[in-house]
């Protein structure tokens, strides 16, 4: 019995390291790893842009453009809130605002490509659209009019304040693809159960 016993644990410890080193040998391949997970990354991303979008008038298709190129363009914005006084320019809240485009400029070098699409109240969605407003590209960057600062509280603990800045000019770089024709600006917004997007403004690109 006791022999019975020892050969049945020894089958389940061999049939594990078989199984073991199968996973191990698969992990370790970058080729596999890559050619079963980007197909279904880029999917999930599609989806999501497609559910955040939906009802701005602005297409999602089954791909997105891959901009390869070694130029890009950088568009001069200037964001001013329609709350406070040009005194005042930090605010606790992200009020409503205007955007204007101030120039455009080509530059040397290539955009990094995002891996995923993981957004936050503290960025900004960054999309460009064609003619027919397809959508040939998008990012997420730092919202430009956020600025933290620590302050004591009367037990002399640092506490995290969030301050909105009430006019600021940025940059937003975008590929240097003929048919953009606009670059959209969102600001995500958490309402408890999932994200929605603020339309910050709509410039051209040209």
Not at 49 to 68: F, N
Not at 85 to 98: I, P, S, V
Not at 154 to 183: C, L, N, W
Request: aromatic share 8%; proline share 5%.
């Amino acid at each position: 019995m006791k022999l019975i016993t020892l050969l049945v644990s020894l089958c389940l410890v061999l049939a594990l390291a078989v199984v073991l080193g199968a996973y191990q040998s698969q992990q370790s391949n970058p080729e596999n790893k890559a050619s079963l997970r980007e197909p279904d990354r880029e999917a999930v991303m599609r989806n999501t842009l497609a559910e955040l979008l939906a009802g701005s008038g602005v297409h999602v298709g089954s791909s997105l453009p891959i901009d390869g190129g070694h130029s890009y363009r950088e568009l001069h914005v200037r964001w001013q809130s329609l709350e406070g006084t040009a005194a005042d320019n930090l605010q606790k809240e992200a009020f409503a605002g205007t955007m204007s485009r101030l120039s455009a400029a080509r530059k040397q070098g290539a955009l990094p490509r995002l891996r995923t699409l993981e957004l936050s109240p503290d960025q900004v969605l960054a999309i460009a659209v064609d003619d027919k407003q397809n959508l040939r590209w998008w990012t997420l960057m730092n919202d430009p009019r956020l600025v933290r600062g620590e302050f004591p509280t009367s037990s002399g603990e640092m506490t995290r304040t969030d301050f909105y800045q009430a006019k600021i000019e940025f940059f937003v770089p975008y590929p240097d693809d003929s048919a953009i024709r606009e670059i959209h600006l969102y600001h995500p917004q958490w309402n408890g159960k999932n994200f929605q997007l603020e339309l910050l403004g709509r410039l051209p690109a040209e």
